[in-house]
């Protein structure tokens, strides 16, 4: 059964750091991009990266571009989203997602990030 | 390219045939997903590519469409379909629609 639990969500301050982390089990994590989207309360979804296989190739809307970064470590089946400099616009439920081609095929329940002072 | 979707409030009965509608800007050439988000829940995967229906997922729902036009049909509603559905393109970029909210009438 594929699972994927992400952690490290919480209050921050603008213009903080976060760390985001996603452990995945019951699937070869190595074979799959995996994507991080996220969801602002009571708003819609956002993609907010992707990350390939070996983890050489990265992508971000420019919302979150130069600010947010995505890794992976495939011995570790785990997957991470560190974001600095932190608005307000970035508060949202972040969720952890194995993507299949283009689209998101399994998503984990999500951690929220609340950004205020 | 944007989403539209509508209506964004649906009130139906169970056992009613239900029909959400998803408009894109531009062309979307089929490669259009539908999910499904049950409240306080992770959003889960009902169809891809235009039509073809997720494993495990009920054969009540169904997708269609072509263009810029795409439908997910619900033939006879359940309970646990309460939910609020989104539309996703990942033709050109990734947008998800603002989403339709499924109610029991």
Same mark, same amino acid.
């Given at each position: 059964? &594929? ?22 089990s ?10 991080? &989207? ?25 919302? &979150? ?28 439920? !972040? ?7 283009? !689209? ?9 990030v609340? &950004?205020?002072? | ?66 263009g ?11 309970p646990?379909?309460?939910a ?11 947008t ?7 109610e029991?009438?």
């Open positions: 059964e &594929v699972q994927l639990v992400e952690s490290g969500g919480g209050l921050v301050q603008p213009g903080r750091s976060l760390k985001l982390s996603c452990a995945a019951g699937f070869t994590f190595s074979n799959y991009y995996m994507a991080w &989207v996220r969801q602002a309360p009571k708003k819609g979804l956002e993609w907010v990266a992707t990350i390939s296989t070996s983890g050489s190739r990265t992508y971000y809307p420019d919302s &979150v571009k130069g600010r947010f970064t995505i890794s992976r470590d495939n011995a570790k089946s785990s997957l991470y989203l560190q974001m600095n400099s932190l608005k307000s616009e970035d508060t949202a439920t !972040y969720y952890c997602a194995r993507q299949r081609g283009r !689209y998101f095929d399994f998503w984990g329940p999500g951690t929220m609340t &950004v205020s002072s | 390219i944007q989403l539209t979707q509508s209506p964004s409030l649906l009130s139906a009965s169970v056992g009613d045939r239900v029909t959400l509608s998803c408009k894109g800007s531009q062309n979307i050439n089929n490669y259009l997903a539908w999910y499904q988000q049950k409240l306080g829940e992770a959003p889960k995967l009902l169809i891809y590519n235009t039509n073809s229906l997720q494993t495990g997922i009920p054969s009540r729902f169904s997708g269609s469409g072509s810029t036009d795409y439908t997910l049909t619900i033939s006879s509603l359940q646990e379909d309460v609020t559905y989104f539309c996703y393109q990942y033709n050109n970029g990734d998800f629609g603002a989403g339709t909210k499924l029991l009438k």
